[in-house]
C-alpha cells in the first residue's frame, strides 16, 4: 500500500525512524543495516512495506529493495513475523 517514504529524518534509533512528508510524520521500524546507512536530520527516502494485524497496523523501512524483498520472504515462512525477520536482517552484514 505504501511503497516507499521521501522525506525529512526527524528521528533516529536503532530499531526505528520518524520521517516527516508534507507535515506527517511515519513511525517506521527499521533494521540495524538500515539504522547504519542513514545520516541525521537530512532527506531520504525509505522503501517500506506495510503491515495490518488485527491489533496494530506496522510500517516496516528499508534502504533498498533487496533488503525489502528479503524481509517479505522471511515473513513468508511459516513460524517468522515481521519482529523475528527484522532481527534477522539486522544480523546480516
Request: aromatic letters at 8%; one cysteine or more; charged letters at 15%.
Amino acid at each position: 500500500m505504501i511503497h516507499h517514504l521521501t522525506g525529512k529524518l526527524i528521528e533516529k534509533n536503532p530499531t526505528n525512524v520518524v520521517v516527516e512528508c508534507n507535515g506527517v510524520g511515519y513511525f517506521v521500524n527499521i533494521s540495524l543495516n538500515t539504522f547504519s546507512g542513514l545520516g541525521s536530520g537530512e532527506a531520504i527516502k525509505i522503501f517500506t512495506k506495510f503491515i495490518v494485524r488485527e491489533d496494530a497496523q506496522l510500517l516496516y523501512g528499508f534502504a533498498t529493495t533487496e533488503e525489502r524483498t528479503m524481509f517479505e520472504q522471511l515473513i513468508s515462512v511459516s513460524g517468522i513475523g515481521p519482529n523475528t525477520a527484522m532481527i534477522m536482517l539486522s544480523s546480516l552484514v
